[in-house]
């Protein structure tokens, strides 16, 4: 089932490149007739082919991509605000095209057809793996973020402003993730929606549980008339401690991943000095 699950991949990517380049092909035989040049250099060529052939792509993918694997990663997509660059059905374009560069170079390098469909199985889910990769890197960015956005906060706060102008001062003087996203709940807020629903919007655009919590403390804060100066410092106090944490696991798990390059690159090396002397003069004494 996978091998023809594979192979059906790799067909409508074929199909895709070819129909792909017949309109490239027209376009521009087209565009040397109406410009009266008769040649382009390769590397516009190869721009071009790739161009069509990914919007060529798109648009069969666009019914394909559909499930809750696609839905996951058009949610993916659209917090690294990448959903306007053709979705999924441009996503499923580039993990076809890797199974397809997978199968090539399987098949060449290990002269195998089936290991090279093997390859290929595994090389289509290398986009998905790098955009995991981007976000596990974005929500450890956000949570770096915060501590230091939430003693700026109250610093203001401190100042006498409100909360709200205090969250639109730090958006304002601070580009990054956490600001990026605070500023569009802060125009949702502009646009007519409550704080509590613009904080809940935070929360589920992020999907964190840190962010959740300290979403849920605002909205009770701001239901219950708690005192804003003392959540800011609590919430900023238990995020720095959660870093510091977070850092130290890091730190503690250091050692465990240095045995895989230690294994793999400095354990033979360190065999061969020992013990190849000793092995060469046995097998000279044979």
Not at 130 to 149: Q, S
Not at 246 to 261: D, G, S
């Amino acid at each position: 089932m996978e091998k023809i699950l594979i192979a059906f991949l790799a067909g409508g990517v074929v199909a895709g490149l070819a129909g792909a380049a017949g309109i490239i092909l027209y376009k521009q035989k087209t565009a040397r007739i109406l410009s009266g040049e008769f040649y382009l250099p390769l590397v516009l060529r190869g721009k071009e082919f790739f161009k069509y052939a990914l919007e060529a792509g798109a648009g069969v993918n666009a019914k394909i991509a559909v499930g809750k694997r696609y839905e996951e990663i058009n949610k993916n997509l659209k917090k690294l605000k990448l959903e306007g660059r053709g979705g999924t059905g441009k996503f499923l374009f580039y993990e076809e095209l890797s199974a397809l560069i997978g199968l090539g170079l399987g098949s060449f390098l290990l002269s195998n057809i089936f290991w090279g469909i093997v390859v290929g199985g595994v090389a289509f889910f290398i986009p998905a793996y790098i955009l995991k990769t981007k976000i596990r890197a974005r929500g450890e960015k956000i949570l770096n973020e915060l501590p230091d956005a939430m003693d700026i906060v109250l610093a203001n706060v401190e100042g006498g402003v409100s909360l709200s102008q205090a969250l639109f001062r730090y958006c304002a003087k601070h580009r990054n993730v956490f600001s990026d996203e605070m500023l569009v709940s802060l125009k949702e807020i502009q646009f007519g929606k409550s704080f509590e629903q613009a904080l809940e919007g935070l929360a589920f655009r992020m999907e964190l549980k840190e962010i959740s919590n300290f979403t849920n403390v605002f909205i009770q804060a701001e239901k219950m008339g708690g005192n804003i100066k003392k959540i800011l410092k609590g919430q900023a106090e238990d995020l720095r401690n959660k870093r510091f944490q977070e850092l130290k696991r890091k730190a503690y798990q250091a050692p465990v991943k240095l045995l895989i390059p230690l294994i793999i690159f400095i354990f033979p090396v360190i065999f061969i000095v020992l013990f190849g002397p000793i092995v060469l003069k046995l097998m000279s004494g044979f």
